[in-house]
């Protein structure tokens, strides 16, 4: 008779955070801010007014959206303050970027909305490889998960790298 195939990694007890998987959970949109320059070159409050009241915030809703121009043109802080304003309530987060640089800003915004308790005094894998983002979203991670787990891991739950290991 053969032995059953073990899981060991399933037995191991180990918790796995998948950056890429919450990212692919979230929906990606922008706003490009060029269709309101006047001539091309300015924003006129009047009229960029009107045209944030008459916003469609449906196709935002719930998601992450960078906010952009792709025109060369100076765009005044008050401008980008409206659409946040615009979108609150509407949008999960708001970014002052290109959209290619969306995936990034999301990153590094998910540790910080971490529920830290599902990690308490557990062992975390953190999956990352793969990722565009740099360390910014790893090292957050380390900051918010390191006083609450028992061990923190980087790689795959075959093959990780120690991070940090509770000596309590």
Not at 48 to 56: E, I, S, T
């Amino acid at each position: 008779m053969e032995d059953a195939i073990r899981n060991r990694v399933e037995e191991s007890g180990l918790v796995q955070l998948d950056l890429s998987a919450l990212l692919a959970q979230r929906t990606l949109r922008d706003i490009d801010l060029a269709p309101q320059l006047w001539q091309g070159l300015a924003i006129r409050e009047q009229e960029f007014r009107a045209w944030l009241k008459g916003l469609d915030c449906a196709p935002f809703e719930g998601a992450d959206v960078a906010v952009h121009c792709s025109a060369e043109a100076i765009i005044p802080e008050w401008a980008w303050m409206l659409v946040a304003a615009a979108l609150h309530g509407h949008a999960h987060s708001v970014h002052v970027c290109p959209p290619s640089s969306l995936k990034a800003a999301v990153l590094a915004r998910i540790p910080d909305e971490l529920d830290l308790d599902a990690f308490r005094g557990q062992r975390v894998v953190v999956k990352g490889c793969g990722l565009d983002a740099g360390a910014g979203p790893a090292v957050r991670l380390v900051e918010r998960l390191q006083p609450v787990v028992k061990a923190l891991m980087f790689g795959e739950p075959c093959s990780t790298v120690p991070v940090y290991k509770s000596r309590s």
